[in-house]
C-alpha cells in the first residue's frame, strides 16, 4: 500500500516542476535546444560592427569629421593602418605624409590610397621572359597561400597569348602536389614533367628543363615545396633547385616568384625575407584578395625588402590571375 502512495507523490513533483519550469519561460538545465532566433533591429544592424571586408575607407573617413583634426585622430589612423596590415614603419610614413598635406574638406580615404600608390609606384612590374630562348620561372611559398593555383592560372594565362608551356612538379614533398599540378596542366594545356613522390627535386627541375628543350617550349614554370619557411631544409632544398636550373640552362631563372597570401599578415614579411635570402625572389604573387581589402602586408614587403608584386589572384577561377596595378590595388585596400 506504501508503494504505490510514494509512486503517486513522484509523479505528482515531476508534473508540478514541469509546469513550473513552463510557464516561468526556461528549459531544464542541459537540453540542447537554441532559443527561437529573431530577427536583429534595425538599430543593432546600424551598430554592428564594420568587418575587414568591407575595407578602410569608411574608418579612416570617421576619424575626420570636419576641422582639423587632432594628435589622437592621427594616432587612430596609424591604428587603423597597422590593424590593416600594412606595417608600423610603412604607416607612419603613410600619416606622416598625409599630416603634412591635409586639408580640411579634403576626402582622407582618398588621400590614403593616394599614399598606397605612391609607396607601391615605380616598380617594375612585369615579368621578363625572353622570347627568343626557353623562359624559366620558380615558384616559391609556403604550403596553403595558393602556389598550385596560381601556377595553374599563369600556365593558362601565357598558354592564352600563344607560348608553348611546361610544368615541373618539383614538389614532391607533399602528398598530391604533383596530382593537383597534372589537374591544372590539363586545365591550361600545358605539358608536365614529373617523377614520383619522394623524387630529389633538383632532378625533376634538370629533366623539366631538358624536356622543355628538346619539345621547344616557351616557358618552363617550376613548383617547389612549400614547408614552414622557418625550416631550414626547406631554404637549403630550394637553393639547390635554383643551382640546378641555373646549371642546367646556364643561367638563374628569368623569374623567381614568391606566392604570398594576402591574409598572411606580418607573417608575410618573414617570408619574404626568408625566401627572398634563399632565392632571390624578382617577384610577389599575391593571391586570395577575392575582392576584400586585405593584403596591407604587401606594402611592407614593398618597402622593407624592396620585392615587387607583379600578379594578384582574385578568385578561384583559370582566368582570375591579373597583372598588378598600383591604383587599382590602393583603391581596393581602400575600398569601403
Known sequence: MLIPIVIVAVLAILVLVVLVVRFAGGRAPGVGIAPARTEATPAELEAAPA??????????????????????AWGDLEDVLVKAD???????????????????????ADLVAAEVEEVLSGDD????LPEERLS???????????????????????????????????????????????????????????????ADPGAVAFD???AAEARAMDVLIVDTAGRLHTKTPLMEELRKVRRVIEK????????????????TGQNGIAQARAFTEAVEVT?????????????????????????????????????DLEPFDARAFAERLVAG
Open 248 to 263: 642546367a640552362t646556364g643561367r638563374p631563372p628569368d623569374e623567381t616568384l614568391l606566392v604570398l597570401d594576402a591574409t
Open 51 to 72: 568587418t575587414r571586408e568591407d575595407g578602410i575607407g569608411a574608418r579612416v573617413r570617421a576619424l575626420f569629421p570636419g576641422g582639423p583634426p587632432g594628435e589622437e
Open 208 to 210: 623539366a628543363v631538358k
Open 86 to 108: 600594412v606595417g608600423p614603419a610603412t604607416a607612419a610614413r603613410i600619416v606622416g605624409d598625409l599630416k603634412a598635406r591635409y586639408q580640411v574638406g579634403e576626402d582622407p
Open 283 to 319: 617577384g610577389v604573387a599575391l593571391t586570395k584578395l577575392d575582392g576584400t581589402a586585405k593584403g596591407g602586408v604587401v606594402l611592407a614587403v614593398r618597402e622593407q625588402l624592396g620585392v615587387p608584386v607583379k600578379l594578384i589572384g582574385v578568385g578561384e577561377g583559370v582566368d
Open 125 to 128: 612590374t612585369a615579368l621578363h
Open 136 to 198: 624559366v620561372v620558380m615558384v616559391v611559398g609556403v604550403n596553403g597561400s595558393g602556389k598550385t593555383t596560381t601556377i595553374g592560372k599563369l600556365a593558362a594565362h601565357l598558354g592564352g597569348d600563344g607560348k608553348k608551356v611546361s610544368l615541373a612538379a618539383s614538389d614532391t614533398f607533399r602528398a598530391a602536389a604533383s596530382e593537383q599540378l597534372d589537374v591544372w596542366a590539363k586545365r591550361s594545356g600545358a605539358q608536365i614533367v614529373s617523377q614520383e613522390r619522394g
